[in-house]
């Protein structure tokens, strides 16, 4: 379960804190996803770097599966990340020397478990679409499918959480789709839960669970009185 509690985010400046975020709250059992949207610069994507342990906030708390990663040390935050949550960004960010298999085993060669991963990689690939193209590297597969290949590879190690960073910002229109549906049929396991951060309101509308950051807060779009958005 993913629990964000009071969650406060702020940078120096000389005139004194900038606040990003104030008092975000969240709650996600296992197996459901939410779609975060706001405009750039609202926050939105500040908070998922919150969520996955990759920005500290400056107060408040981030729980995954019972863990707050932010009172690990550093080392330990790191194999933490590793474990339980599983990372898609708006550029794939695949290794163009690698093959799709390899792409999605390569978070397991770091953690030095990849032997058994093997025949979970070929499954993830078939799920998403690219049992046959398994042996292509990432110039030769077109945006959609490098997404997917990253979509696979953020599940190989079965995270907690999937954190997804504008996962359709950069793709066409069917490439987008393609990739939506996808990610709403993920979760199917009970498992894992989903964050996804996104300008596409067609993307966030495959999601049940809506958000919406306005005037650095976060609003749930199903509580919220639409004249107050």
């Given amino acids: 379960m993913l629990v964000v509690a009071d969650l406060y985010k702020s940078y120096p400046t000389p005139r004194g804190p900038l606040p990003i975020l104030e008092q975000a709250n969240l709650t996600l059992p296992p197996g459901t996803a939410a779609a975060i949207m706001g405009p750039s610069g609202s926050g939105k994507s500040t908070l998922l770097y919150m969520i996955g342990a990759l920005e500290p906030p400056t107060s408040g708390s981030v729980t995954i599966g019972g863990t707050n990663p932010y009172t690990l040390g550093e080392r330990e935050q790191a194999t933490f990340r590793g474990a339980h949550i599983g990372f898609v960004f708006q550029d794939h960010l695949l290794l163009p020397q690698l093959s799709a298999l390899d792409n999605v085993l390569a978070p397991t060669v770091v953690a030095r478990d990849g032997g058994p991963f093997v025949d979970r990689a070929r499954m993830l690939l078939d799920r998403v679409g690219l049992g046959n193209r398994m042996d292509h590297r990432p110039g030769e597969l077109s945006g959609g499918e490098r997404q997917r290949v990253a979509v696979a590879r953020a ?75």
């Fill in 155 to 229: 599940l190989i190690r079965q995270p907690t959480l999937l954190l997804c960073d504008e996962p359709t910002g950069n793709l066409d229109r069917a490439a987008a789709e393609g990739v939506a549906d996808l990610l709403a049929s993920l979760g199917a396991d009970g498992r894992t839960s989903m964050v996804i951060v996104t300008h596409s309101p067609v993307l966030a509308a495959r999601f049940s669970r809506r958000y919406e950051v306005v005037d650095r807060k976060l609003v749930d779009l199903a509580a919220a009185p639409a004249d107050s958005l």
